[in-house]
């Protein structure tokens, strides 16, 4: 079992930055690959970044690449998810999840691949 808390959420102007954390508990958490996923109102949830166990395998939905960051720290339990050049599209609740992995090392794209989730961070991007 997994319980997981993201923060960092806030409103910022388009251009700025935001940085999430998602803490988690339980101690495999390194065994988890972990993604963050974002869903504004009226529209489906929508996958943002991933990342395999170690953090050194990633995956960026198109609309973000090049300005998302995904990370992690085992030593700290945490994932992370480093925003930049933030744009009013941006905004939605963002939430991370974990995933169990039948082949050690995968990266995980799809919502209903993860197992656990978090109660999600508010992120409003102003113009």
């Known amino acids: 079992q997994v319980q997981l808390v993201e923060s960092g959420g806030g409103l910022v102007q388009a251009g700025g930055s935001l940085r999430l954390s998602c803490a988690a508990s339980?101690?495999?958490?390194?065994?988890?690959?972990m993604g963050w996923f974002r869903q504004a109102p009226g529209k489906e949830r929508e996958f943002v970044a991933a990342?395999?166990?170690?953090?050194?395998?990633?995956a960026y939905a198109d609309s973000v690449t090049g300005r998302f960051t995904i990370s992690r720290d085992n030593a700290k339990n945490t994932v992370y998810l480093q925003m930049n050049s933030l744009k009013p599209e941006d905004t939605a609740v963002y939430y991370c999840?974990?995933?169990?992995?039948?082949?050690?090392?995968?990266?995980?794209?799809?919502?209903?691949?993860?197992?656990?989730w978090g109660q999600g961070t508010q992120v409003t991007v102003s113009s």
């Open positions: 999840a974990a995933g169990n992995t039948v082949v050690r090392g995968s990266i995980l794209t799809k919502a209903w691949s993860y197992d656990y």
């Open positions: 339980g101690r495999t958490f390194s065994s988890y690959a």
């Open positions: 990342c395999n166990w170690s953090g050194g395998s990633t």
